[in-house]
């Protein structure tokens, strides 16, 4: 998860964590808040409802009461408005009405008593009876004047607990009239609640979740309505919560709009603060990933946050250390390539760079002849001559073999033994620089006064043979011209051709149409630390067979392919064979395969290389194309190409037989290899010789640094393979 994200994430929980915090807090004051208004709303109204009804009281059953009550109730604040009974009085003329055994109300009534389980009753005393007491207590009562003002008595009737609420309530006393008296009784049906308006409660666009989820609880309130001494009644007032609910929800809401609306743009803001902060990472890792791929750059200009300043000089020194130690490693390779392929005393070429110079030819369609040439009886000279007087003879030769034209090269093979390769000359190009050779060797006879210097015997150069052929033609014409006389020549014609052209392409092309060749695996390759036990890689290797059922070298094969257009299809076809063999011997290790320049060249090889690695996904990663060092070397850019196309698929690249003098060192960044196998001569003798260690270790180190592996080729003597561990080599093949 990159950075920016985690930022992001851990703002956001931050965020939310405060938003949460805030928001519960908010709501819950709120709510305590509406709580306690509609608290003390609710006791304000049933306070002043008791105040307006203290009046009418006496009359508990008027209709203003109810009025009133109405009234209150109908402004929706409240669930409920109730009025309660909280003096059960009942007057004499009421018990006379109640009777069923008393016609009228001149009636009188004493002992008036009810049932135990109903409770039990008392008289009234009438207010004018309390006031005149407490005057008489004053010695006051000769100023007064009361009249007898009360034409009833009333009884207080006190509930037993199950009859609180009140009931049908049978009440016994005595009547009398005109001196008669009936002993009767009186049934009233008493009700607590004398008066009740309700409303329901309305939520309107308040969601149930949100009353589940947040419960109000709001208290019923009260007041007592006192008439005279007594409390006569009591008036209920129940808070309506839908209209806190409301409010809430509506605060709630407001609080999570203004929440989500901050939020984002509290995001947007972060999203460019955060851009801007992290665009020098962003350079910190785009350097460090061009340091990974061989390009050392530096970040400028320097960010100004210290600590990703500070990071940003570190990368920017080690990206300066790494190129100074690439380009001192590099510097040292160029310098042991040159020691490694030239004769330290002559200057000319060794033998090392012979057979790829030949093979660049033969990828080159390059026409030509290759001399040989031996310094004749040098044993003889070195037994009556110095040492300094033999190497002196020996640099002088070698001189005459320099300058002959801008298209010669001079190879000394050993000792007397040299080598000139002449490009892009015809027979009779050869022959005017063998004449010169001639004239040089009897000018070099006659300073040194010796009979006969070197003989050359030359051979046009054959692109369906091999080096080892070519050299013994040219041997052959050698000992031709020792026959012919002191410091003779001898060239042979190009009609001395073994293989006739059109038959060569007839063959070739039946083999390739037909898929008439063996894909054989060798130079099994093993890790240093496992050698001989688990393989890491097999090179493919075609095997071919003329009418004659010999064996085609594949040079030859390859150049021939190339020279009619037929080598395509042959990369085809061997891809697909192997593809086939890996899939069908779910083979575990990678597999290498050698393709030409004809072939990443082309568009349509390329198109059709990516399908059958899409199509075969699961083993890409086995598949390690190899094109050889001086392949490489004939379109470097066109390599590059290939090597991002390749890896673009999931597959891997190896340049084989690399020698530095065809791919500069400095261009192992560009390609960004997983493989390079050296070429044998650089660990053939590796023990006995200091150089070729030194360029080893080099191009190790090197590798190790542009992640690249390192593999030596068939390194036979032990000494040689000590040598190559203790240098540290991924691989060696057998």
């Known amino acids: 998860m990159s950075l920016s994200k985690q930022l992001y994430m851990i703002i956001a929980f931050i965020f939310f964590i405060i938003f949460s915090g805030n928001f519960l807090i908010s709501v819950n004051n709120m709510k305590d808040y509406l709580e306690i208004e509609a608290s003390t709303k609710a006791q ?66 004493d002992k008036v008593s009810v049932d135990s389980k109903f409770g039990f009753i008392e008289k009234v005393e009438s207010d004018q009876s309390i006031s005149e007491q407490l005057l008489k207590l004053e010695n006051e009562q000769d100023e007064i004047d009361l009249s007898e003002m009360a034409d009833s008595v009333k009884y207080r009737y006190i509930p037993s607990e199950f009859y609180k609420k009140g009931g049908n309530i049978t009440f ?74 409301a409010k809430l929800f509506e605060q709630a809401r407001n609080s999570i709009i203004y929440a989500v609306i901050a939020f984002i743009i509290s995001m947007l803001l972060l999203l460019v603060f955060v851009q801007f902060i992290l665009r020098p990472l962003k350079k910190i890792e785009k350097l460090a990933k061009n340091i990974a791929k061989g390009n050392f750059d530096v970040i400028e200009p320097l960010p100004w946050t210290i600590e990703i300043k500070n990071v940003s000089i570190a990368m920017n020194d080690m990206s300066r250390k790494i190129e100074a ?55 003889k000279y070195v037994k009556t001559h110095t040492n300094e007087e033999v190497d002196n003879y020996i640099i002088k030769f070698a001189n005459l073999l320099k300058d002959l034209s801008t298209n010669t090269k001079a190879y000394r093979i050993f000792g007397s033994e040299f080598l000139l390769v002449i490009n892009g000359c015809n027979y009779d190009g050869a022959k005017e620089i063998a004449n010169k050779l001639k004239k040089r060797f009897n000018d070099l006879s006659a300073e040194l006064n010796i009979d006969e210097v070197a003989h050359v015997g030359g051979t046009p150069f054959n692109e369906l043979g091999t080096l080892t052929e070519m050299r013994q033609a040219a041997n052959e014409a050698y000992e031709k011209a020792k026959l012919i006389g002191p410091n003779e020549i001898f060239i042979r014609d190009s009609n001395d051709l073994s293989r006739d052209m059109n038959a060569w392409r007839e063959l070739i092309t039946e083999i390739i149409d037909n898929s008439h060749f063996e894909v054989d695996f060798i130079n099994d390759t093993y890790t240093l630390d496992n050698l001989d036990k688990d393989i890491i890689m097999q090179e493919a290797f075609t095997n071919a067979k003329d009418k004659e059922n010999n064996p085609i070298p594949i040079g030859s094969f390859v150049s021939i392919a190339e020279k009619y257009e037929k080598i395509v299809d042959f990369d085809k076809a061997v891809i697909s064979k192997i593809i086939g063999f890996i899939q069908i011997n779910n083979i575990k290790h990678d597999i290498c395969i050698n393709l030409s320049l004809d072939s990443i060249s082309n568009n349509h090889f390329i ?26 070397a004939k379109d470097m850019t066109l390599f590059k190409d ?30 960004n290899l997983d493989y390079i196998r050296l070429a044998r001569d650089y660990t053939t003798n590796m023990h006995k010789d200091r150089s070729k260690k030194e360029f080893v270790e080099s191009i190790n180190e090197l590798g190790s640094l542009l992640n690249i592996k390192v593999c030596a080729e068939a390194v036979k003597e032990e000494k040689d393979l000590e040598t190559v561990k203790n240098i540290k080599l991924f691989a060696i093949s057998k």
């Not at 004499?92 to 109300?105: F, R």
């Not at 009547?175 to 008066?195: E, P, Y």
């Not at 989820?213 to 001494?229: A, H, M, Q, R």
């Not at 198109?607 to 490489?632: C, G, H, P, Q, T």
């Open 44 to 109: 304000d109204t049933a306070t002043s409802i008791g105040m307006s009804l203290r009046p009418l009281i006496n009359d508990k059953e008027d209709p203003e009461i109810q009025s009133i009550i109405r009234a209150i109730s109908n402004s929706g604040f409240y669930k409920e408005v109730r009025l309660e009974d909280a003096d059960f009085i009942i007057s004499d003329k009421k018990l006379i009405e109640a009777s069923t055994d008393l016609s009228d109300s001149n009636w009188t009534i």
């Open 172 to 245: 016994n006393f005595t009547a009398s009239k005109n001196g008669q008296k009936i002993d009767t009784f009186a049934n009233i049906t008493l009700n607590k609640v004398l008066f009740k308006e309700s409303r329901d409660i309305k939520f309107d666009y308040v969601p149930q979740w949100f009353i589940k989820l947040i419960p109000i609880d709001l208290e019923e309130k009260f007041s007592e309505i006192s008439n005279g001494w007594n409390t006569a009644a009591i008036i209920y007032v129940s808070p309506n919560p839908g209209e806190a609910y």
């Open 325 to 379: 130690m690439i380009n001192k490693l590099t510097n040292n390779l160029a310098n042991l390539s040159k020691k490694l392929s030239e004769d330290e005393l002559t200057g000319l070429n060794s033998k090392q760079p012979l057979e790829t110079d030949i093979k660049q030819m033969f990828i080159k369609k390059e026409t030509g002849y290759i001399f040989d040439i031996k310094i004749d009886n040098l044993s």
């Open 607 to 632: 198109m059709w290389l990516e399908k059958e690695i899409i199509k075969n996904r699961d083993i890409s990663s086995k598949l390690v194309f190899s094109l050889s060092a001086y392949s490489v």
């Open 642 to 671: 290939f090597c991002d196309f390749v890896h673009s698929c999931g597959s891997k690249v190896i340049i084989k037989r690399f020698e530095s003098k065809f791919v500069p060192t400095e261009n192992l960044k560009e390609f």
